[in-house]
């Protein structure tokens, strides 16, 4: 199976920061990595898709980059709305495998 | 507007059974493969399963291979999830999720495109 770890599994920031949460494979995963955010008690949303491409609806202050094993979510400049906890998944190979989730929270 | 809504959670002793359901709408269901997640309270998200929109196709995480079954009703845009031998370490909020994907030259790859709200199941005496 393939292993993701995510850095670092919990950050304090300011509205306004700009903020890089790292994702690593285990293995080459080429570019099928996603990105999700999930609120307190609710559902996880699909934000980025194929490591770079926002799904439909998403702002573009959300941005993904990486190839291979190490990926990166950015937020050019965090809005309250956007303190939640992120997880990245690899979709190369079943078993599908999340990161253990980065929670962003307000300084 | 897509939706998939979970049922079916309930409180379940050890050892126990229990079918959760998840309708769609808002979309063809039936071109489109769906995968079951699960969250344990306060933890990480954990694939469970998943099943390709002809249900010809099936696979399972090792932690509930032999215990759980997917399958699907195009006919009533339904995904299932029959759960058997119920352990404590079961308990979790279950969610469904649709699959957008492509087929290439090195194989089929999908995301989870939209997700369920949820339905909690609980194991416990």
């Known amino acids: 199976d393939i292993q993701m770890t995510q850095s670092p599994s919990s950050l304090s920031a300011s509205v306004g920061d700009r903020v890089t949460i790292t994702c690593r494979a285990s293995q080459g995963i080429s570019n099928y990595l996603a990105w999700f955010q999930q609120k307190p008690g609710k559902a996880p949303k699909s934000l980025i898709y194929a490591a770079s491409n926002l799904q439909n609806g998403v702002p573009s202050k959300f941005s993904g980059s990486g190839y291979g094993t190490d990926f990166t979510l950015t937020i050019s400049s965090l809005q309250p709305e956007d303190f939640a906890t992120y997880y990245c998944q690899q979709y190369n190979s079943y078993p599908l495998t999340f990161g253990q989730g980065t929670k962003v929270e307000i300084k | 507007e897509v939706q998939l809504v979970e049922s079916g959670g309930d409180l379940v002793q050890p050892g126990g059974s229990l079918r959760l359901s998840c309708v769609a709408s808002?979309?063809?269901?039936?071109?489109?493969?769906v995968n079951w997640v699960r969250q344990a309270p306060g933890k990480g998200l954990e694939w469970l399963s998943y099943?390709?929109?002809?249900?010809?196709?099936?696979y399972y995480a090792d932690s509930v291979k032999g215990r759980f079954t997917i399958s699907r009703d195009n006919a009533k845009n339904s995904l299932y999830l029959q759960m058997n031998s119920l352990r404590a370490e079961d308990t979790a909020v279950y969610y469904c999720t649709r699959d957008e994907g492509f087929c290439g030259s090195s194989g089929c790859y999908r995301w989870a495109d939209y997700w369920g709200q949820g339905t909690l199941v609980t194991v416990s005496s």
């Open positions: 808002g979309f063809t269901f039936g071109s489109y493969s």
């Open positions: 099943i390709s929109h002809t249900a010809e196709v099936a």
